[in-house]
């Protein structure tokens, strides 16, 4: 096995063009194979060879260190060593290397595509893995089904030295973030920004500002950072996905994600970098 590294790059592709061997990480029901101390494993080819362990789905993801780089996923029956365990990437956020996210990301959300692409939506035929493209394809009428990505907005909504937190029904305990949602077919991502916000929290904001952007995989989303700043309007849960909502202090905030593990978390200390500086 390979030790895990910080230094570790990652370079997606989907047609894989090298003679050397490879590395594989192990995913089983969307978990991955790590050790009991929750630190993901990386298989080269000769390590596979002497397990007992059995595959459905082997797919080349692109070149980790030059090496290339897949996913296999493991028979239903299949055994695994005492040493070893299946930890969802939730469990593993914040502990393993940006690039091996990305990886991780990348097996997680190709494995959801193609095992809910099996039949043709036109014919109800089986679909077949493309040659050259990273699509699963029909002949009924050159129909390609592609990765889907669903884009999505993330705004931290700030007012002088107050930001605009919220806590979802589906958090833990007084967990609070950003606000974020879904872009809608048709809609442009500063669009969905006023929508999404007025819905949540009935506020309207104003200079926004891109940050950046993060591949979700929770299971396929590409979530598009902003900063935005208030405008107008008097904080109103909506009582559906927030169930709280206020101004924290810079100086005072609630449980917030860390930028380690997610872009919200980043927003949050870009800010705070800033008002600090």
Same mark, same amino acid.
């Given at each position: 096995?390979?030790p895990l ?17 490879g ?8 978990e ?5 101390n929750?630190e ?15 595959f459905?789905d082997k797919?080349?993801?692109? @070149? ?10 493991l028979n239903s ?12 990437l ?9 690039a091996?996210?990305t990886?991780?990301s990348?097996s997680?959300?190709? !494995? ?18 493309h ?6 394809f029909?002949e009924?009428?050159n129909?390609f ?6 884009p ?7 007012k ?11 958090f833990?305990?007084t967990?609070?973030?950003?606000? *974020?949602?879904?872009?809608? *077919?048709?809609e442009?991502?500063?669009a *969905?920004?006023?929508?999404?916000? @007025?819905?949540e929290v009935?506020v309207k904001?104003q200079?926004?500002?891109?940050f950046? !952007?993060?591949?979700? /995989?929770f /299971? !396929?989303q ?5 900063? *935005?700043?208030y405008?107008?309007?008097?904080i ?6 927030i169930?709280h ?6 100086e005072?905030?609630?449980?917030v ?5 997610s872009? !919200?978390?980043q927003?949050i200390?870009? @800010?705070l ?5």
């Amino acid at each position: 096995m390979i030790p895990l590294v910080s230094n570790l790059v990652f370079t997606p592709e989907n047609i894989n063009s090298s003679s050397e061997s490879g590395v594989s990480i192990i995913l089983k029901n969307q978990e991955f194979l790590t050790s009991k101390n929750s630190e993901i494993l990386l298989f080269e080819d000769e390590d596979l060879k002497w397990s007992e362990m059995t595959f459905v789905d082997k797919q080349f993801i692109g @070149y980790l260190n030059d090496k290339p780089c897949f996913f296999n996923v493991l028979n239903s029956d299949s055994i695994l060593s005492k040493e070893t365990m299946l930890t969802p990437l939730r469990g593993l956020l914040g502990r393993m290397p940006d690039a091996l996210f990305t990886v991780c990301s990348r097996s997680l959300q190709l !494995s959801d595509w193609k095992r809910n692409n099996q039949f043709c939506g036109v014919c109800g035929s089986p679909m077949n893995s493309h040659e050259t493209e990273r699509a699963m394809f029909c002949e009924c009428n050159n129909l390609f089904i592609y990765p889907r990505i669903s884009p999505c907005i993330i705004v931290l909504v700030t007012k002088g030295e107050e930001m605009l937190l919220a806590h979802n029904k589906n958090f833990p305990g007084t967990f609070y973030s950003t606000l *974020a949602g879904f872009i809608e *077919a048709g809609e442009s991502a500063e669009a *969905a920004i006023h929508r999404e916000i @007025y819905e949540e929290v009935k506020v309207k904001v104003q200079n926004i500002e891109y940050f950046g !952007s993060q591949s979700w /995989p929770f /299971p !396929s989303q590409l979530m598009l950072g902003y900063h *935005a700043e208030y405008l107008e309007g008097e904080i109103q849960p909506d009582g559906v996905e927030i169930d709280h909502a206020d101004w924290f202090h810079f100086e005072d905030l609630p449980q917030v994600p860390t930028g380690n593990i997610s872009i !919200s978390g980043q927003l949050i200390e870009s @800010y705070l970098n800033k008002l600090k500086n």
